[in-house]
């Protein structure tokens, strides 16, 4: 292509960027505002139903994991590293949150169903996953059935609990929670940041529809059961909202199947790996549960991509 033909392009893609994006956005900013307002009414409430679910931590930790709220993810990794939690809750949690893949679909004002069907396939292949694992791995990986007496011991966890607690808040600031500051302000907060990787990831897809044809990006990307679950996955562990919000794009966009979107939204953990990874100290252990998150999101986006 010529120069003023890729700037003809550019312009193209820059206006129906704009057109798409405007009401997206604010309705992006009421979806995170009731979003917030829930997260304060009930944040605690969940996670302390997580903390007491014991061998129904899957079950609780799947339905729980997908109602959208600031750093659940990572609260789950800090619980496990305390063994509060299973390994198999944990990946329940780890596969049911979705990031930002619900306020992208409310935004875009995607159709109820769809919506209720892929937070329900989360939910499902969460506590499916969660049983199996610790079924397969056994307790030992679960929550301590005692408690330290040793007032030495004691301290200790104590301080490595408040350093592990600070980390946790600086990494959930960096991935857009502000929580503290009131529900204005932190939605706003989530939406400008959400919003700007909206609009340049809208305009870069819009951009290519100009230059290649939407045949021709489809073809690249669709009808490709194995191939395409698989990228999803590689993208779903990119610990930052980018990763959910170019997936559903993707997908709304007619560009990625059902299957590949949602092996990279299971796989998709929010900065709750970068969490696990900080806190708990057991680096192959860690390894272990990020090599299950991904087989298990590609194997279900695999079957899904053939049923559909």
């Known amino acids: 292509m010529t120069s003023s033909e890729l700037i003809h392009a550019a312009t193209h893609a820059i206006e129906h960027t704009l057109e798409d994006s405007i009401l997206v956005i604010l309705i992006l900013f009421l979806t995170y505002l009731a979003m917030e307002y829930l997260e ?23 339905a729980v994991g997908v109602v959208p709220q600031c750093g659940f993810s990572a609260a789950a990794s800090n619980l496990y590293a305390g063994r509060v939690i299973t390994m198999g809750t944990l990946i329940a949690i780890y596969l049911s949150t979705s990031d930002e893949m619900l306020p992208v679909m409310i935004s875009a004002k995607a159709p109820v169903s769809l919506i209720l069907e892929i937070l329900v396939i989360k939910v499902a292949v969460g506590i499916a996953a969660g049983f199996l694992v610790d079924l397969a791995f056994g307790r030992k990986h679960g929550a301590h059935k005692g408690h330290e007496t040793h007032k030495g011991h004691e301290t200790h966890r104590e301080n490595e609990d408040h350093e592990d607690h600070s980390h946790i808040h600086e990494l959930c600031e960096q991935e857009h929670c502000d929580c503290e500051k009131g529900i204005f302000h932190s939605a706003l907060k989530h939406t400008v940041q959400v ?21 021709v990006l489809s073809a690249l990307l669709l009808d490709r059961p194995i191939a395409g679950p698989v990228i999803a996955g ?3 562990l990119i610990p930052n909202c980018a990763a959910s919000v170019a997936i559903t794009e993707l997908y709304l966009g007619g560009m990625l199947g059902l299957g590949s979107m949602l092996a990279g939204l299971l796989v998709g953990a929010g900065v709750g790996l970068l969490v696990l990874f900080r806190v708990n100290r057991h680096t192959t252990e860690n390894l272990k549960i990020m090599g299950i998150l ?15």
Do not use: S, W
């Open 40 to 62: 304060h009414r009930a944040g605690d409430k969940l996670q302390q139903m997580v903390e007491k679910a014991g061998r129904l931590g899957p079950v609780i930790g799947a």
């Open 195 to 215: 919003g700007i990787f909206l609009l340049l990831i809208t305009f870069a897809l819009n951009f290519l529809l100009e230059i290649v044809g939407e045949d």
């Open 234 to 236: 590689i993208v779903g």
């Open 294 to 308: 991904y087989c298990v999101g590609v194997f279900a986006g695999i079957v899904i991509e053939y049923l559909v």
